[in-house]
């Protein structure tokens, strides 16, 4: 367990205080920051690393919250070479400005000094119910606990975090860093309801309106894993690999045994699928100790939606790709999975032995609590249809959701970005029914009193 535990420590190591300001001071402030432009929650970058060259890490960690409520998070697992680092003006010269390190740098100090929070407005603007705390409920809740509104968030499992506790690997997002911001959230005044499922003994979107919400956020994420149709698919060595992840999280937070994480020492794995979950998948395989460990994959390497750093760390870590290459059969042997047949695109067949089918080829959203409500319409593969004004409220009244349960982001940061308008959406919601009472109230004194 301490030599697995050691294989899992964070593979990208931190700024010290001197290389964080070195490196700050290269930035050249530029009258229109491409950085911001490439951020998808248009972080005020240059003025936050402005205020680290000069050493006002409290001025700079201000700013950074103005916009996230997850930067030690973003600084570590959001794709800087795709967003903000692949659009700083130095990139020319291949010399771009780290800016997830100095973000991370930041945030670990603030959370490590513990410095003063920022001034909390009262509680007293609306009260609003979170479904789910994955990166969109964090975000949905920090920012209207911010702005005065009473936020408490319903979560189905022991701990808060969602898929940056059970999905994002240790060696990537250490827990430790997750829960320090979660801490922060709830030093925002937002309460955490854990081990309670929305959908399920009685609690459903009319129950939470039952009990005095005036508004309800849906961000349950993706966690219905999509299958493929293979001959063999069925077998108990083919599994999913957000199932694969969250047991090894588990496991590694001391709530499991060993025998039942599906990897065993000297396993033969095959992981389907390219995108950033199936690098995750695969190196956590080589973590739990398979000796061979594949990606296979349909396309082109210039086509998989991995971040081309994770596929360079995957290879660096032993982990092989089947390219143009499909699996069409898994075998048994009395039940046990033992082979796989795999196809390339130009019909060449080859057949392998294996131990493990990890399947990473995307999710869909669980139906639980739309099924146990009326009124939120979903498209025909199950997400919920939300509209633009008040943004993010579906066809339910009051009911609003966000993130991948809606089929927008991606990422991390794209569900923050989409939050932030949900936030928006919300606030414009409670405020109008607000003021909607507040006019009928006055109209019903006055024909109290006239009647008088």
Aim: proline share 3%; with cysteine; net charge negative.
């Amino acid at each position: 367990m301490e030599q697995e535990n050691k294989l899992f420590q964070e593979v990208n190591e931190g700024y010290t205080m001197h290389d964080a300001i070195e490196e700050a001071k290269r930035c050249l402030n530029c009258k229109v920051p491409q950085c911001k432009k490439g951020c998808p929650i248009s972080h005020d970058i240059p003025n936050w690393i402005h205020e680290l060259s000069m050493g006002n890490l409290g001025n700079a960690m201000d700013i950074i919250n103005s916009k996230s409520n997850l930067p030690a998070v973003c600084g570590r697992v959001c794709p800087h070479e795709k967003q903000c680092e692949g659009h700083c003006v130095l990139n020319k010269k291949g010399k771009g400005i780290r800016v997830g390190k100095l973000e991370r740098f930041i945030a670990d100090f603030d959370g490590d000094m513990g410095l003063i929070r920022e001034k909390l407005l009262p509680k007293t603007r609306g009260k609003v119910a979170v479904i789910g705390s994955g990166p969109a409920g964090l975000t949905i809740a920090g920012d209207l606990a911010r702005q005065g509104f009473n936020v408490e968030i319903f979560e189905m499992e022991q701990e808060p975090g969602g898929v940056l506790m059970f999905g994002i690997p240790e060696y990537r997002l250490p827990k430790d860093i997750v829960r320090r911001e979660i801490k922060k959230t709830e030093e925002l005044g937002v309460v955490f309801h854990c081990n309670t499922t929305v959908g399920k003994d009685g609690l459903n979107v009319d129950k939470l309106f039952e009990m005095g919400f005036d508004a309800i956020f849906m961000g349950t994420g993706t966690g219905k894993p999509k299958k493929l149709d293979i001959p063999g698919c069925n077998l108990e060595g083919v599994r999913q690999a957000i199932w694969f992840l969250r047991r090894v999280s588990l496991y590694n937070e001391g709530n499991l045994s060993r025998d039942e994480v599906v990897v065993k020492e000297g396993n033969k794995v095959f992981v389907i699928g390219c995108g950033n979950t199936a690098m995750d998948a695969a190196r956590t395989a080589v973590r739990m100790g398979a000796s061979d460990v594949q990606v296979v994959y349909h396309r082109t390497i210039n086509d998989m939606s991995a971040l081309r750093s994770e596929y360079d760390e995957a290879v660096e870590e032993g982990v092989k790709f089947n390219w143009d290459s499909s699996i069409v059969e898994i075998h048994d042997d009395n039940g046990t999975l033992n082979e796989v047949v795999i196809e390339t695109k130009a019909g060449e067949r080859r057949t392998e032995k294996a131990d493990l089918v990890i399947m990473a080829v995307g999710s869909a959203p669980a139906s639980r609590i739309v099924s146990t409500t009326t009124g939120i319409d979903v498209d025909d593969r199950g997400y919920v249809l939300t509209r633009e004004k008040p943004y993010g409220m579906t066809t339910r009244k009051g009911v609003f959701a966000g993130g991948d349960v809606v089929n927008r982001p991606s990422t991390v940061v794209l569900a923050m970005h989409d939050a932030k308008q949900v936030a928006e959406g919300i606030a414009q919601y409670v405020d109008a029914i607000k003021l909607l009472e507040a006019i009928n109230m006055d109209d019903e004194l006055k024909k109290t009193g006239d009647n008088k």
